[in-house]
T-cell receptor
């Protein structure tokens, strides 16, 4: 099966600082990756995605970096705000374009 | 995502009961998915469907069944509920392969 994991289960940052959440994946055939945010009591919410022909993609206050050499994905959040507190997890499509494999998530705590 | 609606939001029931969880979407997507989420684990795929006539098993389909009544509706049934099926259940949709999935806010199911 696929293996999508996260290095840190919990990350605490000060409001205003930048956050970096990491994800390791095992299937070199994966060519599409997504970051989701899940707030308490809600479903996962799409944040940003990246395809394997890119190594960086930027959104509003978020940047995803992809290192295919070491099979590593990261999510950077600039100027972290209290509303960013949530569980973040990555997903990869493996070698099946019709399904996704999800990591277990990292909980981000933003301290005021 | 209000475009993907799950009912009920919460359900407590007893072992051996038949349970149906419903999902409807207004996104016009052909692809629909059912996932299970347990504490500390990533989303696990139960079943998925690419159109009304298409049903596919996911990684953990045992003990579950689904029905795709229309493009917009995809229901999940537990034929005879058991306590280890206590979990959060999420429905998701996507437009095409290689596009992100959009999730409902989940059903919290407790089986006593």
């Amino acid at each position: 099966g696929e293996s999508v994991g996260l290095h840190l289960p919990t990350l605490s940052v000060q409001e205003g600082d930048n956050s970096i959440i990491n994800c390791a994946y095992s299937n070199s055939a994966s060519d599409y990756f997504i970051w989701y945010k899940q707030e308490s009591g809600k479903g996962p919410q799409f944040i940003i995605d990246i395809r394997s022909n890119m190594d960086k993609r930027q959104g509003q206050r978020v940047t995803v970096l992809l290192n295919k050499t070491v099979k590593h994905l990261s999510l950077q959040i600039a100027a972290t705000q209290p509303g960013d507190s949530a569980v973040y997890f990555c997903a990869e499509n493996g070698d099946n374009f019709n399904k996704f494999y999800f990591g277990s998530g990292t909980k981000l705590n933003v301290k005021p | 995502d209000a475009d993907v609606t799950q009912t009920p939001r919460n359900r407590i029931t007893k072992t051996g009961k038949r349970i149906m969880l419903e999902c409807s979407q207004t996104k016009g997507h052909d692809r629909m998915y059912w996932y299970r989420q347990d504490p500390g684990l990533g989303l696990q795929l139960i079943y998925y469907s690419f159109d009304v006539k298409d049903i596919n098993k996911g990684e953990i389909s045992d003990g579950y069944s689904v029905s795709r009544q229309a493009q917009a509706k995809f229901s999940l049934s537990l034929e005879s509920a058991i306590p280890n099926q206590t979990a959060l259940y999420f429905c998701a949709t996507s437009g095409q392969a290689g596009q992100p999935q959009h999730f409902g806010d989940g059903t919290r199911l407790s089986i006593l």
